[in-house]
């Protein structure tokens, strides 16, 4: 990759590597309940021990106020472990006697993992004097945790400053696939933005319109569009005070050439919940009671004719409640046809933010996008154009 330093320049036979990743996983009852993070940065991991470095993973977990046991790593030290097939040191504090006595032992292979940077105020402050304490740990740092890079924190940013800062090959792969669908698309483009509130993706729809030739809004926020068109949603989710905003969207994308595919019918029912009873009603009837759940079958065929159109797909948000059968029926369908035109070399399909993921993972068509971020808030920052202060570190000035 040209414009960053990246792992595969760096000499690491006998150095000690500083390697950000991203463990904060989502815990179910005490258990990980998805590994996706960990299982993209093994590789790294192994590459780094294979070449005979050091490993030494810094990462958060939560946002713990100071320490935590329950934001402890140690648990997901020994979950890497699992994934990666060799031992992981674990040492309780990612600064400090104890932990350079243990980076001071390591032999080259060796892989130690800290505890919870976020244990220590210094971290969110991108505190200089915490970051100095990290890097007497090792020699060199390498950033392979994209889904963290929109924060500019010791672990993140600051260390890049310190001590001489590679990209790692997920971070590599990640930044890849973005610039495919948005620095040199094949176009058409189009973009799907879905999700609970226009109010979040504000930014986001502003950034995406002058760059994309189709929008595609799902999810509750289209009803804050419906709404401002002068449409009855009933009892839907919708943020009516948001009309005036809804309207200029709608006004700028008209003035970009940007086409705007809003629900033309949804699921609607009675009560927010799984299973509810529900029908199926053009956007122009929903009743005054009735809370719109889904798109209908009549938006899912005009979105996936949509898709069969343009080249490139960039999606971030649901598009109904899709965590309530059985009103994840819409996503699952535009998942699939995103997965059956992408499998066809007809579309290349990127997608990220964690409903988004985890929506695409329960339609069972995550591997056959092009690419799933693994990123929530950081993919979005990306999306909306913002420099990510733990990408920018990277760059070859
Ligand atoms: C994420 O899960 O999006 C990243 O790990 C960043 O976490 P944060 O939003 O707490 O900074
Ligand atoms: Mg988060």
Avoid at 126 to 143: M, S
Avoid at 246 to 254: E, G, K, Y
Avoid at 357 to 381: I, K, Q
Wanted: aromatic share 4%.
């Amino acid at each position: 990759m040209t414009g960053f330093r990246t792992l595969d320049q760096a000499e690491v036979k006998g150095k000690r590597v500083l390697l950000r990743v991203d463990l904060n996983v989502p815990i179910q009852d005490g258990v990980v309940s998805d590994a996706t993070r960990i299982e993209r940065m093994a590789p790294t991991i192994l590459q780094i021990a294979d070449r005979g470095g050091m490993v030494i993973l810094l990462s958060h977990l939560g946002r713990p106020q100071g320490p935590d046991p329950k934001d402890s790593l140690r648990p997901i030290a020994a979950e890497t472990a699992r994934i990666i097939g060799r031992p992981v040191a674990f040492v309780d504090d990612c600064i400090g006697a104890k932990a350079e006595a243990a980076a001071l032992a390591m032999k080259p292979g060796d892989i130690l993992c800290l505890e919870n940077t976020r244990f220590h105020a210094g971290e969110e402050k991108n505190d200089p004097a915490f970051a100095a304490a990290l890097a007497r740990l090792g020699d060199i740092w390498v950033n392979d945790a994209f889904s963290v890079s929109h924060r500019a924190h010791a672990s993140t940013e600051g260390l890049g400053h310190i001590l001489p800062a590679y990209a790692g090959p997920a971070m590599e792969a990640e930044l890849a696939a973005f610039s495919r669908v948005l620095d040199a698309p094949q176009r058409p483009l189009a973009a799907i933005v879905g999700g609970a509130k226009v109010s979040t993706k504000l930014e986001l729809l502003g950034a995406l319109i002058p760059k994309v030739n189709v929008l595609i809004i799902g999810g509750g926020m289209a009803n804050t569009f419906l709404a401002a068109q002068g449409k009855d949603v009933g009892k839907s989710l919708c943020e009516h005070e948001l009309a005036v905003t809804a309207r200029d969207i709608l006004l700028q994308a008209a003035a970009k050439s940007c086409e705007i595919v809003l629900p033309v019918d949804a699921v609607a029912a009675l009560r927010f919940e799984a299973n509810a009873p529900s029908r199926i009603v053009s956007v122009d009837d929903v009743g005054s009671d009735e809370i719109i759940l889904d798109i209908g079958p009549r938006t899912v065929e005009h979105v996936v004719s949509v898709l069969g159109r343009v080249k490139t797909l960039v999606w971030n948000g649901p598009f109904g409640a899709f965590e309530m059968e059985p009103f994840d029926n819409g996503t699952i369908e535009i998942a699939e046809a995103a997965a059956e035109l992408t499998a066809a070399g007809k579309l290349v399909s990127v997608a990220g933010g964690g409903d988004t993921v985890a929506a695409l993972n329960a339609a069972g068509t995550a591997d056959r996008m092009t690419y799933v971020s693994a990123a929530g808030g950081a993919f979005l920052e990306w999306l909306e154009g913002k420099p990510l202060p733990g990408v920018e570190v990277l760059r070859v000035k």
